[in-house]
């Protein structure tokens, strides 16, 4: 009965590329993208700095706004810690409540048929779109951003928690029963950790939504320290440079998040069987 | 019907501008809707600008504060522009071919705060949230030194203020939805709040420099300068008369300002608040050159610029004489 299947040795999908050849091709790409912008904007000068500046005039407005040490200096440091502070907050919010609409929706079939076509409309509107309405609500603050933060990364994790739910293996539902989960055991038992890779798949989807609409809102709602309010001093003081230097930062952190999470639902896929990588 | 209108007589001028290098067709005229940009409203109202430009056709357009007009400055879309000293000055740091070539306006800036907001003095806007026209525009950095004689800091910097971007004209809506508590706006929104029933708390003296401060200059494009020496100089002679009749019939000045602002933002002011608004503000085809030095140190307090640029590279007065 339990004799095991004999185990057999993934075949790697491509010829195992190895990762410090992988690193310095993104090495070189990056050195010559640099390049290029030090070609285009300080070697050749096809463009006033006031349009498109020079990467080491970004370099300086980074410096500055990282480990500058004047009295006005370190303002992108600042605008980091805050703007991650206020994401996060609206994040783990959206997660949690993500989790709870979406085992609603997989548990009752009405909810999933009414608020799950809902949100997926919703879900298709740009986050930009609800910061007015919010500031209505919430006043011209961080509230609103917060609300459009959670809106849109909530709606992800319950449509992809609903969804995982539902494409569970009857086997596994059978085999709890059997083994005696009922009710609220056999969801957080056997259905959710079943569910878990495309719940992970949601929450990163759900990161990426929440960062945008953060940056967003961020935009429209300044006067609290934040990298969409140093966008917006570098856009009205003419500085082209911390504009870049801002965009680089957002695309950076964005990224940076975006491949923990991505690291950590390959991990999962892979022990769940669901991936072959070496 | 009308905007439409300048808009594709301009694009043709833009055409026809590119097609043929020498001779200008059009001249882009920057403005804003406040008190503050007077002369150019009147000069517009008169139709003296146009008159002054002879053939050369006049395209004007107005903003909202200097930061979208820098924009447009720095994408080479203005030719001529009535602009604060803030953006003027931010502008000409960054490199941009600007000549300040002359005063339009001084003080007529006042700071507000709404009826109901309980704030009475400065030092009341602690943990308040106060509206100017743009980030780093004129009335911002305005507001940023005047926190830091009370006292206080925005909360960018660690402070309770919370200083917010609000169109000039849309505090008083801003106001109403207790969006905001207080706002330092050019006038004569300062005015026309004041007879909404808000409380004024800094006049136009208090704000700073016992009110000898510049609020509107008039820049050009250094190139476009350079090629229309003639245009620039008639220019400047229709601005120092538009200047002129401000000061000398102010009464029938505010019904074209009145006229202007109408057609700008839709509101039709009472001419009793715009005559309170225009107690307020003086205006002058001269420029303060240590108040605007002054300024400059001040863009750097607010932490917009790290050195005061050298001025007098790039104001060139004296043509309007």
Known sequence: MSVPAPRTDPVPVSPRAPRW???????LGLLLLLGVWHLVTAVLKLYPPYVFPSPAQVWTEISYGLWGTGPQDGKLLSAIV????????????????????????????????????????????????????????????????????????????????????LNVPPALRVAGRTLGARGLSLTTGVLLPAALPNVLTGLRTAWSFAWRALVGGELL?????????????????????????????????????????????????????????? | MTRIHIRSLSALALLLGVASAQGTTTVRLGYFPNLTHAPALIGLER?????????????????VSGTTLTEAFAAGQIDLAYIGPGPAINAATRGMPLQIIAGASEAGAVLMARGDSGIRTHADLAGKRVAVPSLGNTQDISLRHLLKE??????????TVTITPVAPADIAAAFA?????????????????????????????????????????????????????ALVANFLKAHADAVAYLNKNPAAARTLINAQLDKLTGQKIDLRVLQRAMTRTRFTTALDLDALTEYAALNVEAGY????????????LGTTR
Do not use: C
Not at chain 2, 150 to 159: A, H, W
């Open chain 2, 305 to 316: 610029a790290r050195s005061v640029p050298d001025l007098r590279s790039f104001v060139r």
């Open chain 2, 177 to 229: 939805g207790k969006r905001v508590d207080a706002a330092l706006v050019p006038e004569p929104w300062g005015a026309l709040l004041q007879a909404h029933g808000h409380r004024l708390i800094g006049s136009e003296k208090t704000v700073w420099r016992g009110g000898r401060y510049p609020t509107t200059l008039v820049i050009v494009n250094t190139r476009f300068a350079q090629a229309n020496p």
């Open chain 1, 82 to 165: 805050g703007s991650l502070r206020r994401v996060l907050t609206g994040y783990a919010i959206a997660v949690a409540l993500g989790v709870l609409v979406g085992l609603l929706m997989g548990a009752w079939r009405p909810l999933r048929a009414t608020l799950g076509a809902y949100l997926t409309g919703i879900q298709s509107v740009p986050s930009i779109a609800f910061v007015p309405f919010a500031i209505l609500f919430f006043g011209l603050n961080e509230r609103a951003v917060l609300f459009v933060v959670i809106l849109e990364g909530f709606i992800p994790v319950a449509l992809a928690v609903s969804g995982a739910l």
């Open chain 2, 47 to 63: 139709g003296t600008f146009q008159r002054a430009l002879g053939k050369v056709k006049l395209d004007a357009r107005s903003f």
């Open chain 1, 21 to 27: 050849r992988v690193l310095s091709w993104q090495l």
């Open chain 1, 221 to 278: 709602i300044s006067g609290v320290a934040s990298i969409g309010e140093q966008l917006e001093v570098g856009r009205a003081t003419a500085n082209v440079a911390l504009v870049l230097a801002s965009i680089l930062i957002i695309g950076l952190i964005g990224g940076v998040f975006d491949a923990g999470l991505r690291a950590l639902e390959g991990r999962v896929r892979r022990d769940y069987g669901l991936e072959v990588t070496p």
């Open chain 2, 150 to 159: 009370e006292g206080l800091r925005p909360q960018t910097d660690g402070g």
